[in-house]
């Protein structure tokens, strides 16, 4: 057997343009299946960081519509629906308000629509991020509805570059009214894009000045634990439901179904994806078992040889097998080299880490040699069955 290797390797040598064109299919197959993988896999670590960050024991809940027509839900979150949640359902730790409104804000000469978001107190801390310089708002901000305002970190960039924002003072306007807030903090920057381009102001200050006696468009409400997260989600919908008539009322998503959601949705495209890439193995497959048929033509004579000599069949069969399941076992290296070589320039070009999957490269390459072995089984078969007679007569 491994003179039929090294033989095999002296015919690569002495047809290497054949041999070339012969790997390529396996090589781009290969590879495509690591590159693919690995970036189906990083999209999910991605995803995960993503809402991870958010925290997992937390729920969202916005209205909805009474009906599928889209009439209006009558659910207003106010104080008192606030109160009736902690009353009427189990396991809930902390309920925060949030509103959003568009706000043009300036320093010196710098102006520009901001997204505004008037939060409780906590709420930042809740998505656990992080403060670059200063503090979050106070209980007391949250009470008293002071005038201060936290930058996300592109944000204070803008305004500020160079990097002294902490102590400033920013005029906003809203509700065609003009504010003066004061900065006290300022978020790190987030890789994942979260709270990106934005400025908080305490949720106090936005219902004495701005909207007295507002109603939240979203409530985030944390979960005793993140275990109880998903439950807590149903019987939140299920409260509503009961409540309004109407399964639409509300819409309520908790953060660890939104992430096994979109984690299931990427690994269903990576698979996908993969299969695809795996169909130029096939192809390469039959470019590899329709060379092999050449060169069982071409070498008809030496099997003749081999025959006359005392090669049996299976002789035969397993040197032509050998030398089709080598093709791809050299394609199978190559195209591990390449996919990584790819994954780390895609890496480097996104600037964004990669994860290569060592069971990718051990299932491609495991792969490509049973479809060596497969494509090879017909020529091999072929040379196996030649009368030695006729293969020497050349005829």
Same mark, same amino acid.
């Given at each position: 057997?491994?003179?039929?290797?090294?033989?095999?390797?002296?015919?690569?040598?002495?047809?290497?343009?054949?041999?070339?064109?012969?790997?390529?299919?396996?090589?781009?197959?290969?590879?495509?299946?690591?590159?693919?993988?690995?970036? $189906?896999?990083?999209?999910?670590?991605?995803?995960?960081?993503?809402?991870?960050?958010? $925290?997992?024991?937390?729920?969202?809940?916005?209205? $909805?519509?009474?009906?599928?027509?889209?009439?209006?839900?009558?659910?207003?979150?106010? #104080?008192?629906?606030?109160?009736?949640?902690?009353?009427?359902?189990?396991?809930?730790?902390?309920?925060?308000?949030?509103?959003?409104?568009?706000?043009?804000?300036?320093?010196? +000469?710098?102006?520009?629509?901001?997204?505004?978001? !008037?939060? +409780?107190?906590?709420?930042?801390?809740?998505?656990?991020?992080?403060?670059?310089?200063?503090?979050?708002?106070?209980?007391?901000?949250?009470? +008293?509805?002071?005038?201060?305002?936290?930058?996300?970190?592109?944000?204070? #960039?803008?305004?500020?570059?160079?990097?002294?924002?902490?102590?400033?003072?920013?005029?906003?306007?809203?509700?065609?009214?003009?504010?003066?807030?004061?900065?006290?903090?300022?978020?790190?920057?987030?890789?994942?894009?979260?709270?990106?381009?934005?400025?908080?102001?305490?949720? $106090?200050?936005?219902?004495?000045?701005?909207?007295?006696?507002?109603?939240?468009?979203?409530?985030?409400?944390?979960?005793?634990?993140?275990?109880?997260?998903?439950?807590?989600?149903?019987?939140?919908?299920?409260?509503?439901?009961?409540?309004?008539?109407?399964?639409?009322?509300?819409?309520?998503?908790?953060?660890?179904?939104?992430?096994?959601?979109?984690?299931?949705?990427?690994?269903?495209?990576?698979?996908?994806?993969?299969?695809?890439?795996? *169909?130029?193995?096939?192809?390469?497959?039959?470019?590899?078992?329709?060379?092999?048929?050449?060169?069982?033509?071409?070498?008809?004579?030496?099997?003749? *040889?081999?025959?006359?000599?005392?090669?049996?069949? !299976?002789?035969?069969?397993?040197?032509?097998? *050998?030398?089709?399941?080598?093709?791809?076992?050299?394609?199978?290296?190559?195209?591990?080299?390449?996919?990584?070589?790819?994954?780390?320039?895609?890496?480097?070009?996104?600037?964004?880490?990669?994860?290569?999957?060592?069971?990718?490269?051990? *299932?491609?390459?495991?792969?490509?040699?049973?479809?060596?072995?497969?494509?090879?089984?017909?020529?091999?078969?072929?040379?196996?069955?030649?009368?030695?007679?006729?293969?020497?007569?050349?005829?």
């Amino acid at each position: 057997m491994l003179e039929d290797f090294i033989n095999a390797f002296k015919n690569f040598k002495s047809n290497k343009t054949r041999t070339f064109l012969s790997l390529l299919g396996v090589i781009i197959g290969v590879a495509s299946v690591i590159v693919i993988t690995s970036m $189906g896999s990083s999209s999910t670590k991605q995803i995960q960081d993503t809402f991870g960050s958010a $925290g997992l024991d937390v729920v969202s809940v916005s209205a $909805g519509f009474m009906s599928r027509r889209g009439s209006s839900s009558s659910v207003r979150f106010d #104080e008192t629906a606030r109160t009736d949640l902690f009353d009427n359902i189990k396991n809930i730790k902390k309920i925060w308000y949030k509103n959003s409104l568009n706000v043009t804000m300036t320093y010196g +000469e710098t102006s520009s629509s901001v997204n505004c978001s !008037a939060i +409780e107190t906590g709420y930042l801390e809740m998505y656990n991020l992080e403060l670059e310089k200063g503090s979050f708002f106070t209980v007391t901000d949250n009470e +008293e509805g002071t005038q201060k305002i936290i930058l996300s970190h592109d944000t204070a #960039e803008n305004y500020f570059p160079d990097g002294d924002a902490v102590g400033k003072q920013v005029i906003l306007v809203a509700s065609k009214t003009t504010f003066c807030f004061e900065v006290i903090g300022v978020l790190k920057e987030q890789t994942t894009g979260m709270e990106n381009g934005s400025a908080f102001i305490p949720r $106090g200050f936005y219902a004495k000045k701005i909207t007295p006696n507002p109603t939240a468009a979203t409530v985030m409400v944390q979960a005793t634990s993140a275990d109880k997260a998903v439950n807590l989600a149903t019987e939140i919908k299920s409260y509503y439901t009961e409540k309004t008539g109407s399964e639409y009322s509300v819409n309520v998503m908790s953060m660890q179904s939104m992430l096994e959601q979109m984690s299931e949705i990427t690994s269903t495209m990576s698979v996908m994806l993969s299969a695809i890439a795996a *169909i130029s193995l096939l192809v390469g497959g039959i470019g590899i078992m329709n060379i092999m048929i050449v060169t069982v033509t071409e070498r008809r004579q030496e099997i003749g *040889i081999r025959k006359a000599l005392g090669a049996s069949p !299976a002789d035969i069969r397993q040197q032509f097998l *050998i030398e089709s399941a080598s093709i791809t076992l050299l394609g199978g290296i190559m195209g591990i080299i390449v996919g990584i070589i790819v994954a780390l320039a895609v890496e480097y070009v996104q600037s964004n880490a990669l994860i290569i999957s060592v069971n990718a490269c051990i *299932i491609s390459f495991v792969f490509s040699v049973f479809v060596g072995i497969f494509f090879g089984l017909n020529p091999a078969s072929r040379a196996a069955k030649l009368d030695p007679v006729i293969a020497l007569s050349g005829e």
